[in-house]
């Protein structure tokens, strides 16, 4: 099968793989014409079912791959098909990267120090948590197709991509000093074991020999990796075929020591070691444990004698440990039939520097202890204690991922992923297990605590054992630790590539690109530079537990993955490995989490803030990818059970905050009108309690589906980014935006999370609008909010609102509280002045003292209640007292009244006109004959045709200022149109606009025409004679009276919130309302109008 090449990024949105967008070629010839018009949103099975049987899962670019071009000269590549099975796929590669450098180099040492009881129960917990994780990442690896990807996939995939992206970071960084690990081994052996005279570091003295070795480890360790990494730069292939080379020599090696185990029944090998006291010596430097030996009757004194005393001389003056103590030789391997088991049963844990000592034997203690380091001693290199040892260990069990990381090469994942790992772990379980029994019951217990063999000759402990030689140990370990940094530096750039070219994490893009055949080039880089710092640690003992920490985060998070899904039981949560359960996920979790800080706690919490760091930059920062993930599921699970909690009893007044509902206007652009109701919002809200901002447009869903879409996502959540408002965008289609608005005060929101409050801007050109629907809408959404029991703000001058970048130096925030609907007034200053716009701001409260109220105590009274409410604000009583209604309030009100009057009979008018352009267009249906015959006859009967009075919509602001000039304009073109009509016949009338068609009356029609004409003229004449109405009169007084407190007091403070109001019941005075509220607000810049919503919002109690 061939694919273009760079057509493996296949979409993930798709429910299925391979979902191009060819679908319609399937459908050409087939009889299916019933379902054409969906052909291309909805494939036929059988295509369908040919993609998934056509699909190949690519592996992640390990495979060398052949290039070819076709006759049309498009480069292609042949792959071919996954070809592996359960054993050589997963099995195998488990295998070699669970057994390595811990087992030859520290297993013994770890024995030794712990004892088998301590050592068993550090292999068994982590070979159980490992068994544990390889149960939760096999159900997750058969929970569908496994894409190449491996353990990163699966847990991005799960967990979403903030946790993916951390997690699959940690896993490359504990990858990448895995490989440093191996570096590590592979120096250490090749300088302790191999050639320890290729030191380019030699101590001049005892206290330089661990300095120089730690040099001479990072020398050689940096060339080491230069090779590893140019090896696999220049050919993966090259790694591959030395995988099962590297193997088979780790099989040989773990059968020598079997079979050196069976051979110590039979015949223990010879390695004596040599004991001054109880102390254990290093025996390199000498060949007989004696001090002095007698030939030919001759005494002489040894190359020990020489060690510890300043000459050879029997005389010579000596140590005094040395003097005091003999000297025994005992045997390193005493075999498995030796009862050595019993003194290793138990640990033996001790600082640095502290002497490896035989307890069981004797020994003279001295007092002077100062010169013991100069002497041949064996010392502990490090303290120990059992904690240290867990993180040592641990590396020794990783590698369980092998498996799946392999995924896209085996034949079938979903069958052979579950049972390769866990055969694996449960084989090299027992390999470990058997191991840890073994060694403690073959091996003297010094010699396990000697880490470096310096009591066997500086022979590797475990080569002690092997049979038939330790040399066999020794190649085997060495090329175990090749191999597995090879793999290691194989893996991890893989796995950052895959990480680069998700896009979750922006800084790592560059890292997607790599050679032509898809090899990570840049990602290769960048691992052996990490991987250098791992090797210029130059311990293995100390990298260990760094590794550690990063594998047990990613197996923890496996665990967490299975755990959420299976508990949330999502319906795409069905995997085919059953022997699976939340609690085994859980108890992996715990394990994880538990074996991090027993290991290192301090490395545990740096680990867990770097993986933090990353998950919120992958949030703040990272592309936005839906993937199904369970924690997607989760949060819609805490939801659904947080808004039936919330539906369950109504907000305490304590926990009442507003939850907003913004009604916006769209431009014919589909962006949003007023922007600063978004910045407003947000300092309001400080990011806290819930806001939704919608919009209306007018239409049908059918017509403008798509407009909504787009205000919607483009314009809505555009404009809520731009200002910093986190929320809910919805815009829904209505028939009209009164229809749209109630639909949204009733319906929006959900269950607990509905809003109750209402923020809209002031309708500022409603005096100039064409028609009554913007202040009519307004003055409705005023009655819905109040019947809904909502707050409802109106904020005048949107536009001139501070934006979230503003900082307000100076000013006051000042509060009129006419009348208490709740408290609302109070609140809303202390909310803003959370936000850093307005924390410099002042708080000042006014209240209106009538001509009967103390004013003085009234003070009192409020400044005590301020108190109470915990509100820092000073406080004013400003006194209205009564006042006799002022000629201009008189006159302000008669033109109010005229300015409706008028309005209401050109409504009245202009529906009349309607009505008679309807039935002329309903006559106009009739014949042409019959039309010519009426407009003959009544020429012939001396009628007349009169248009109805025609007032444009333009000259309805003008009726104000010139009533007499608007009424002559209205009747002179209808005499006009008179005059026009009876030259021009019929043939005029065809031609006109429809405002301007007219229609021939008959006697008694024109009677009754000049009745009415004659009604509505004395209806005129009634506008300037009319009296104004004394409720509108003293409205009007209290708005012009109280404008002018507040204008006096508050012209120049930074916001004005007032009490809102309440519309008239009688929706006769609607327009006489509106004229009240811009009166009221005259003269001030940045006014929010506040309306509770008839409950309690704010208490004095705790």
């Known amino acids: 099968m061939s694919v273009l090449l760079g057509d493996d990024n296949r979409r993930e949105s798709s429910p299925f793989i391979n979902s191009e967008n060819d679908r319609g070629q399937y459908y050409d010839g087939k009889n299916m014409a019933l379902f054409e018009e969906e052909m291309d949103s909805n494939p036929m099975v059988s295509s369908l079912l040919n993609k998934l049987a056509n699909y190949t899962n690519l592996p992640q670019g390990v495979r060398e791959h052949e290039e070819a071009e076709n006759e049309d000269g498009v480069r292609r590549v042949t792959v071919m098909g996954p070809q592996m099975g359960t054993f050589i796929g997963v ?130 360790g940096s060339c080491c990796l230069a090779l590893m990494a140019l090896v696999v730069f220049v050919g993966v292939k090259y790694v591959n075929k030395l995988a099962l080379v590297f193997l088979a020599w780790v099989v040989l090696s773990i059968m020598a020591i079997y079979a050196g185990v069976i051979r110590t029944v039979i015949e223990p090998p010879d390695f004596p070691i040599c004991l001054l006291g109880n102390r254990t010596l290093k025996n390199d430097q000498f060949d007989k444990c004696l001090k002095t030996e007698v030939v030919k009757n001759i005494t002489y004194t040894t190359d020990l004698w020489s060690l510890f005393c300043e000459s050879k001389h029997l005389n010579a003056t000596c140590d005094d440990y040395f003097s005091v103590n003999n000297v025994t030789e005992i045997q390193g391997i005493p075999g498995l039939l030796s009862g050595v088991i019993k003194e290793n049963l138990w640990g033996d844990y001790g600082p640095v520097e502290m002497l490896i000592e035989k307890k069981s034997m004797p020994s003279v203690a001295v007092k002077d202890n100062t010169n013991d380091i100069y002497k041949p001693y064996v010392f502990n290199d490090i303290a120990t204690y059992f904690t240290l040892l867990v993180g040592i260990y641990f590396p020794s069990v990783t590698g369980i991922m092998a498996g799946s990381n392999r995924s896209g090469d085996l034949r079938d994942a979903q069958r052979s992923i579950p049972i390769g790992t866990i055969l694996a772990i449960a084989t090299t379980s027992f390999i470990y297990i058997s191991c840890v029994v073994l060694f403690g019951a073959c091996i003297e217990g010094v010699v396990l605590r000697d880490k470096f063999g310096d009591s066997v000759k500086k022979n590797l402990v475990v080569g002690t054992l092997a049979w038939p030689s330790p040399w066999v140990i020794v190649i085997g370990s060495f090329f175990s630790c090749c191999g597995a940094g090879l793999q290691s530096l194989t893996g991890a750039p893989r796995l950052l590539q895959a990480i ?432 010519r015959s009426l407009i003959l006859e009544a020429a012939s009967s001396n009628t007349l045709q009169v248009p109805r009075i025609c007032i444009p919509n333009d000259e309805v602001a003008t009726a104000t200022r010139h009533p007499l000039a608007v009424v002559h304009d209205a009747i002179a073109p209808s005499i006009h149109c008179c005059i026009l009509s009876l030259h021009h016949g019929p043939r005029s009338s065809a031609t006109t606009s429809p405002e301007n068609v007219h229609m021939t009356w008959t006697k008694d029609k024109l009677v009754n025409e000049r009745t009415k004409n004659r009604e509505g003229n004395v209806g005129v004449k009634d506008i300037f004679n009319m009296k104004p109405n004394q409720s509108n009169v003293r409205r009007m007084h209290t708005a012009v009276k109280l404008n002018e407190a507040v204008v006096n007091k508050s012209q120049n403070s930074q916001l004005v919130l007032l009490n809102m109001p309440g519309p008239p019941k009688n929706k006769e005075g609607d327009e006489n309302y509106m004229e009240f509220l811009e009166v009221l607000m005259e003269g001030l810049d940045r006014v929010l109008l506040v309306r509770g919503g008839g409950r309690e919002v704010i208490t004095i109690y705790s």
């Open 500 to 931: 680069a070219r998700d896009g979750i994490v922006p800084f790592l893009q560059v890292f997607g690109h790599g050679k032509a055949n898809g090899e990570p080039t840049w990602a290769l880089l960048l691992t052996a530079g990490i991987c250098e710092i791992g090797i210029l640690i130059a311990s293995l003992d100390a990298v260990a537990p760094i590794l550690s920490m990063f594998f047990l985060m990613c197996y923890l998070f496996v665990n967490l993955a299975c755990a959420v899904q299976t508990l949330l039981r999502t319906p795409n949560w069905r995997p085919r490995f059953k022997f699976y359960h939340w609690t085994l996920s859980f108890l992996g979790m715990s394990l994880c989490l538990s074996l991090m800080f027993i290991s290192s706690w301090y490395y545990a919490l740096v680990a867990m803030v770097i993986a933090g760091c990353i998950y919120k930059y992958i949030e703040y920062r990272g592309a936005e990818k839906e993937w199904g993930d369970g924690i997607r599921g989760l949060s819609l699970n805490a939801a659904r059970y947080a808004l039936i909690r919330l539906e369950e009893s109504p907000p305490h007044t304590k926990n009442w905050r507003p939850q907003l509902l913004v009604l916006c206007k769209l431009d014919p652009d589909m962006l949003v009108k007023h922007p600063r109701l978004l910045s407003f919002t947000s300092q309001l809200k400080a990011g806290k309690g819930l806001t939704i901002v919608c919009s209306v447009l007018e239409g049908t869903y059918m017509t403008r589906g798509n407009d909504a879409k787009t205000g919607e996502e483009v314009s809505s959540l555009a404009a809520m980014s731009a200002e910093r408002t986190k929320g809910f965008a919805h815009v829904v289609v209505a028939s009209n935006l009164r229809d749209g608005f109630s639909l949204l005060i009733q319906s929006a929101g959900l269950g607990g999370m509905k809003h109750n409050a209402v923020l809209m801007a002031w309708p500022a050109g409603w005096k100039q609008a064409p028609d009554s629907y913007a202040w009519k809408n307004f003055i409705e959404t005023v009655r819905e909010t109040t019947s809904a029991h909502q707050a409802l703000l109106v904020a005048k001058n949107i536009d001139h609102f501070p934006g979230n970048q503003e900082r307000l130096k100076e000013g006051t925030i000042d509060v009129w509280w006419i009348v208490h609907d709740g408290g609302l007034l109070m609140l809303l200053p202390f909310l803003l002045r959370q936000h850093k716009v307005w924390r410099k701001c002042k708080m000042r409260i006014f209240t209106v003292a009538q001509i009967d109220d103390n004013s003085i105590q009234m003070k009192k009274d409020l400044q005590m209640f301020l108190y109470h409410l915990r509100l820092d604000a000073e406080v004013e009583v400003v006194e209205m007292h009564g006042s006799d209604i002022s000629a201009f309030t008189y006159e302000k009100t008669l033109v109010m009244e005229q300015r409706s009057q008028m309005l209401r009979q050109m409504q009245l008018s202009r529906t009349e006109r309607e009505r008679e352009i309807q039935s002329i267009t309903d006559e106009s249906r009739g014949s042409v004959t019959r039309k």
């Open 91 to 220: 099995y195998l590669p488990c295998m070699q990267n669970i057994l390595g450098v811990i087992l030859f180099l520290r297993l013994t040492w770890i024995v030794g120090t712990a004892g088998i009881l301590g050592s068993f129960a550090i292999v068994s917990m982590c070979c159980a948590c490992t068994l544990l994780t390889a149960i939760s990442m096999s159900a997750i690896a058969t929970n569908g197709v496994v894409p190449a990807g491996g353990s990163y996939y699966m847990i991005s995939r799960s967990l979403g991509p903030e946790f993916g992206g951390a997690v699959g970071l940690c896993f490359y960084l504990g990858t990448t000093f895995a490989g440093s690990m191996y570096i590590l081994g592979t120096i250490e052996i090749l300088l302790t074991y191999i050639v320890p005279d290729a030191a380019i570091f030699v101590a001049a003295t005892k206290e330089d020999e661990s300095a120089a070795m730690l040099n001479n480890m990072r020398v050689y």
